[in-house]
């Protein structure tokens, strides 16, 4: 069985650029959450999707957002890029979002270089 | 609100020797726990998880850890250390107000020395 793939695995913008990142849930997943991973300040949440719909954010500006499409995959778009944008973004998936306890499978991520 | 704070960036090890490393968290609300483990450019992949019952958690290769709700800590431990362990750890807390969201800590690297 497949897990969670995200593409593409690399992405070079320069600063003002949009950037689009891709995930693809576990077959049966309906959660898609969303993590940056920059150096320096660990692993932040930044989004939730489930069942089509945004159930929680994180501490993010409104330049970054997202949408999850009727085969529960998922977009994260980034606009006006900044430098400190350049991180590791991870996709993540779950069996359903409304019992916490559920395991949260990850993708390899996305390294986003913005130079 | 939940936090989480990881003692030590890195911990260092020789083969054969004890693994732990400390997890302490802060939450207004009973805690769900995780630790997860990052090999280099790679995802997360779930270590073991605490949500109720028994305090004492067995995970995969050998880990495990204990929830103690008095010390508010949830620290991972493994008996005998493999060249193999070598990676980043995190711990992780969610609760059940929030949904999907993990609140991570900082990460410690860990070291296994021949």
């Known amino acids: 069985e497949a897990g969670v793939t995200q593409s593409p695995t690399h992405l070079i913008k320069t600063r003002g650029q949009q950037a689009t990142l891709r995930c693809s849930p576990i077959?049966?997943?309906?959660?898609v959450y969303w993590y940056q991973q920059a150096l320096g300040l660990g692993l932040q949440f930044l989004l939730w999707?489930?069942?089509?719909?945004?159930?929680n954010r994180g501490n993010f500006p409104p330049r970054f957002s997202g949408r999850q499409f009727p085969n529960y995959s998922s977009e994260l778009n980034v606009n006006a890029l900044e430098l400190e944008d350049s991180a590791l973004y991870l996709c993540?998936?779950?069996?359903?979002?409304?019992?916490?306890?559920?395991?949260?499978?990850f993708g390899q991520g996305t390294r986003l270089t913005v130079v | 609100a939940q936090s989480v704070t990881q003692l030590g960036s890195h911990v260092s090890v020789s083969e054969g020797a004890l693994v732990l490393l400390r997890c302490n968290y802060s939450?207004?609300?009973?805690?769900?726990l995780f630790w997860y483990v990052q090999y280099p450019n790679q995802g997360l992949q779930l270590l073991l998880k605490?949500?109720?019952?028994?305090?004492l958690v067995k995970g995969i290769n050998g880990f495990e850890a204990e929830f103690k709700k008095s010390e508010t800590s949830f620290h991972l431990t493994k008996p005998s250390a493999h060249m193999s362990d070598a990676a980043e750890y995190f711990c992780?807390?969610?609760?059940?107000?929030?949904?999907?969201?993990?609140?991570f800590g900082q990460g410690t690297i860990l070291t296994v020395h021949p």
């Open positions: 993540a998936s779950s069996s359903t979002g409304r019992r916490v306890n559920t395991e949260a499978f």
């Open positions: 077959s049966g997943h309906t959660s």
């Open positions: 999707y489930d069942e089509g719909e945004e159930r």
């Open positions: 939450s207004s609300v009973p805690p769900y």
């Open positions: 605490y949500t109720t019952g028994a305090t």
């Open positions: 992780a807390v969610s609760a059940r107000a929030s949904y999907g969201k993990l609140t």
